[in-house]
């Protein structure tokens, strides 16, 4: 399933369940809920796009996700995540506010690369912490502007 | 005013009329009603800053409170009395007859913010699997399925405190600090999670004290 060049207000489970894969491309996106969304078993692609609200607390991306080349505008609030079995590619995006990452648990891979943190980001803080991200098969980080080891929940 | 320990010892931790969750709902609901009433807030009481009012946990978990020194069970007609004695004066109670009875009663029923607030499908098989992994709970010597339950019980009987974002809980398990994490939008608790200890890291939404719980 491919959206191409639309302006989405909301986007959710019920618009993605049953594809193997959801690729949005060049759309201007208000919401994107995913909230409490376990297992979710799509591959989701999210490419050239401005999403003002990305909702993915406790949302397990089963089948990987790869969010490429878009501006984020809101604070995100990634707790409980994770439980991945293919990778979690960041790349290239611009988060205008600070991204929580809370208690994810990444089963697979996550890679954050070439982004623009604007207010930073907590993947790789909080050690010691009980909430602290666990990686079973390793992150990589590259190029990223902003911090990526904030010892913060929000900012 | 009773201290804590003497009321302890007198085995004073319980809630004679609460036998079902019902009755459980009603006597919280009573309670933020008398806290109202004495012009504080049950996160001052919950967190130990109302000076009339005093909480303590049940071996279940359940919260038993103290109005001077005294437990409250609200369900009787003496203790609701006293509670309102203390804003409406001795006389008024004498005085106000069936009348006073009847606004009494119609307080008493009044529902709380999250009256209909449920669990999202797939929560508590995703609190299973997520929060208990790696073993880090191990430290409380309990189940996997046992924890879980017990986890999910302590979120339900706190639910009338649980307000739309996030929302952290802390306290005590077996003595070891544990926090709970309860995510609710639309009206639907949409996760749970449990991690190790207690942060002091600022966060964002409600925190809720559940005290010292024995597990």
Redesign the interface.
Same mark, same amino acid.
């Given at each position: 399933m491919v959206k191409e060049n639309q302006n989405i207000y909301l986007l959710n489970q019920e618009d993605i369940k049953g594809h193997n894969t959801f690729h949005l491309i060049n759309c201007i996106i208000n919401t994107i809920d995913l909230?409490?969304v %376990? =297992?979710l078993n799509v591959h989701l692609v999210i490419e050239n796009c401005i999403i003002s609200n990305l909702k993915i607390? &406790?949302c397990?991306f089963v089948n990987g996700l790869l969010l490429k080349n878009c501006i984020v505008r809101d604070y995100v #609030?990634y @707790? +409980?995540g994770g439980?991945n079995r293919s990778p979690i590619i960041i790349e290239g995006n611009v988060f205008t506010s600070f991204f929580n990452f809370f #208690?994810c @648990?990444f089963e697979s891979r996550i890679e954050l690369n070439n982004n623009v943190f604007i207010k930073g980001t907590n993947l790789l803080g909080?050690k010691g912490?009980? %909430?602290e991200n &666990?990686f079973v098969e390793g992150w990589s980080a590259e190029n990223n502007v902003g911090r990526i080891d904030i010892? =913060?929940? =929000?900012v | 005013m009773r201290d804590l320990q003497s009321q302890l010892a007198i085995n004073d931790r319980d809630c004679d009329s609460c036998k079902t969750q019902a009755d459980w709902d009603a006597y919280y609901q009573q309670a933020r009603n008398t806290a109202s009433m004495i012009g504080d807030n049950m996160d001052d009481v919950d967190w130990g800053f109302s000076e009339r009012m005093s909480v303590v946990s049940d071996e279940d978990g359940h919260r038993i409170y103290y109005l001077d020194g005294e437990k409250m069970d609200l369900r009787q007609y003496s203790n609701r009395a006293h509670a309102f004695g203390s804003v409406f004066g001795e006389a008024l109670l004498i005085e106000g007859g069936g009348r006073f009875l009847k606004f009494l009663s119609s307080f008493f029923k009044s529902g709380g913010d999250n009256v209909g607030l449920i669990f999202?499908k797939?929560?508590t098989? &995703?609190f299973t699997?997520?929060a208990f992994?790696?073993g880090?709970h191990a430290d409380l010597g309990l189940s996997v399925e046992t924890m879980a339950s017990k986890g999910m019980n302590l979120v339900e009987r706190n639910m009338h405190l649980l307000k739309a974002g #996030?929302n952290t809980l802390i306290g005590n398990i077996n003595g070891i600090q544990k /926090?709970f994490?309860a %995510?609710v939008?639309d009206g639907?608790v +949409? /996760?749970v999670?449990m991690?190790?200890?207690v /942060?002091n890291?600022?966060? @964002?939404g409600t925190t809720i004290n559940f005290g010292n719980v024995t597990w």
């Open positions: 909230n409490g %376990f =297992e607390h &406790s397990w #609030d @707790q +409980m439980h #208690d @648990q909080n912490e009980g %909430f &666990s010892n =913060e929940v =929000e | 999202n797939g929560v098989e &995703s699997k997520h992994a790696g880090r #996030d /926090s994490k %995510f939008q639907k +949409m /996760s999670n991690y190790p200890g /942060s890291r600022v966060t @964002q």
